[in-house]
């Protein structure tokens, strides 16, 4: 298998978050949802999480840069002293084992060497077969905004072809991982089978933002419905609400939907005065001829800041 490093395209001193990056990057290129029927791009897309199955993880990243295991995670032979020279042994013997020798040993050595005991191979009635644990499939998931916000199920195709039916719990955030029990690769000689942990991105909607459990929403309005007050529909993450704009509100006037935001948050609306596009000589008119009664600057602390 090729190495992890060279896969991802990263230097061995590559930082958690670059590994990270470059990870994303090339799954999102790869990845078989994104390439249907590709299988070019199915088998990179295996490669691509195996590597990061070794380097995303500090343990085994240190363990394959030890040359303790190899690129697929297995476990590399050790060297191992079973025996000493003759010429250490009271009264001869060309070979005997060592004073720390145990049967058991035996069977390790074949297990490093063909992943378990050679078959009927027991050098001691009984003894235990090696087992390992599967892999953990790492993988990433793509959803949408109020998917997120809400709760919903997504359909994922892991590593190795298997699509798994996601739930996406409601408030869910980006970069969060969520990990399926038994759902990564099959273990080896009846061990359990490895986990599935699927990193989820979040991706950003048109018009609503979040902020912890709020959600911000910018709501274009008219100068009319600003000066006069009006009564507007307004989108939410669970649907349109009526919203009351109070008389002379200002743009940038932020409104609280109490409980409408995400996991018992709110939702702030943010007026944002829009203007015509089309001119409008009556408003032109009216405006060349109106005196406020209560004439103010609303650049005034732009002007005092710059006069400290």
């Not at 230097?11 to 799954?27: M, P, Q, S």
């Not at 343990?59 to 025996?83: H, L, N, T, V």
């Not at 078959?119 to 087992?131: A, L, Q």
């Not at 274009?220 to 649907?239: D, R, S, Y």
Request: overall charge neutral.
């Amino acid at each position: 298998m090729d190495d992890p490093y060279e896969i991802l395209g990263v230097k061995k001193t590559a930082t958690a978050d670059e590994i990270r990056a470059a990870y994303r990057k090339l799954a999102k290129k790869h990845h078989p949802d994104l390439n249907p029927g590709k299988k070019e791009a199915e088998e990179k897309f295996k490669a691509i999480s195996a590597a990061n199955d070794i380097l995303s993880d500090p343990e085994k990243r240190a363990r394959f840069d030890a040359g303790e295991i190899d690129a697929s995670g297995a476990e590399r032979p050790q060297p191992r002293q079973y025996y000493r020279d003759f010429a250490d042994q009271p009264a001869g013997g060309k070979y005997s084992a060592g004073p720390n020798f145990d049967p058991d040993d035996l069977s390790g050595i074949f297990g490093d060497i063909f992943g378990r005991g050679p078959r009927g191979f027991s050098p001691r009635e009984g003894g235990p077969e090696f087992v390992a644990r599967g892999h953990d499939a790492h993988c990433r998931l793509s959803v949408g905004f109020l998917e997120a916000a809400n709760g919903a199920k997504k359909r994922l195709t892991l590593p190795d072809g298997r699509t798994l039916d996601v739930n996406i719990p409601a408030g869910l955030q980006s970069g969060q991982v969520l990990k399926l029990a038994g759902q990564g690769m099959p273990g080896f000689n009846g061990g359990p089978a490895g986990d599935a942990l699927i990193e989820v991105d979040v991706e950003p909607h048109a018009f609503f933002h979040r902020d912890g459990k709020d959600v911000i929403l910018e709501l274009p309005v008219t100068i009319q419905e600003a000066v006069l007050g009006a009564k507007v529909e307004v989108p939410t993450i669970k649907g349109p609400v009526a919203l009351k704009i109070p008389p002379n509100s200002t743009g940038g006037a932020k409104l609280r939907l109490k409980g409408r935001g995400i996991g018992g948050g709110d939702q702030y609306v943010v007026l944002k005065i829009d203007l015509p596009t089309d001119s409008e000589p009556e408003l032109e008119a009216f405006l060349k001829g109106w005196t406020p009664h209560h004439p103010f600057d609303p650049r005034r602390n732009l002007k005092k800041g710059t006069a400290s």
